[in-house]
């Protein structure tokens, strides 16, 4: 998959030609309100992984909406397996990304979220280490922190004996973090979904055939189905298709949500 892949919208109203950033940020954008995001990308046959990581799957065009999704968060959550497992490094965004911020009175960086019920973690993961602005963990009240866990990450304790993450998007909701970007893994949405918390999903799906053995996107305990109406259709020139996937903003708030003011 090249570098500069062209991207167009083919649903609704399709439009002839590449999408600039500026139309991709347009197209997904910042809600009016208090929002959760999930965004993954999958194989064509629903495989989660290929070789066993998520970047197998994940090309420019890809990359590039992923990267905007992080431009336009107020926090990224993410899994402390996935944060081990995919070798998360510290939070960055590029100058032009970072003004894009400044000028719409954000913070220049969006804070890392980190769900953890183990608190298995290493203090000197890049991740932590290097992060522009502290980082949050989020784990439950009976997790005991490894030595220097706390120096450099904010310690939230919302549950017992698992986490609480509708308390948990609550209080980051009461720290000004309304935009939620989650990354994953597959049980953390999966527990998000059983919770009513997801508000959109964005899914790259990928024109190949992993083949039986991965994973799919979500795990977990079964949760109710919960109707998500697709909202566009993006195609770029690979056969990569990108979509999403959300609430209409009609409907009811769900658990978490901020109360109206």
Not at 5 to 32: F, K, M, N, Q, S
Not at 206 to 217: E, Q
Request: glycine residues 10%; contains cysteine; charged residues 20%.
């Amino acid at each position: 998959m090249s570098v500069g892949t062209p991207i167009e919208r083919i649903w609704p109203a399709p439009v002839t030609g590449a999408l600039t950033d500026p139309e991709l940020t347009a197209l997904y954008g910042r809600a009016a309100h208090p929002h959760l995001r999930v965004n993954f990308v999958s194989s064509a046959d629903g495989a989660v992984t290929l070789d066993g990581y998520s970047a197998g799957l994940s090309g420019e065009p890809d990359k590039r909406v992923f990267g905007l999704l992080r431009m336009l968060c107020d926090a990224l959550v993410v899994a402390a397996g996935t944060l081990r497992h995919e070798g998360y490094r510290a939070l960055r965004l590029s100058p032009d990304r970072r003004a894009w911020r400044r000028e719409r009175g954000l913070a220049e960086f969006p804070t890392l979220v980190v769900v953890s019920g183990s608190l298995d973690l290493d203090p000197a993961q890049a991740a932590f280490a290097d992060a522009p602005v502290r980082p949050v963990v989020l784990t439950h009240a009976d997790a005991v922190p490894p030595p220097g866990l706390t120096d450099v990450a904010d310690l939230v304790r919302r549950g017992t004996g698992r986490v609480d993450l509708a308390a948990g998007l609550a209080e980051l909701r009461r720290r000004g973090l309304d935009q939620v970007l989650c990354e994953g893994g597959p049980h953390l949405f999966g527990a998000l979904t059983a919770a009513d918390l997801v508000d959109e999903l964005c899914l790259t799906v990928a024109p190949l055939l992993a083949g039986a053995g991965p994973g799919r996107i979500t795990a977990g305990d079964a949760s109710a189905p919960r109707h998500l109406p697709l909202r566009h259709v993006l195609a770029a020139a690979d056969g990569v298709l990108m979509l999403r996937y959300a609430r209409d903003p009609a409907d009811p708030p769900p658990a978490g949500a901020a109360p109206a003011a």
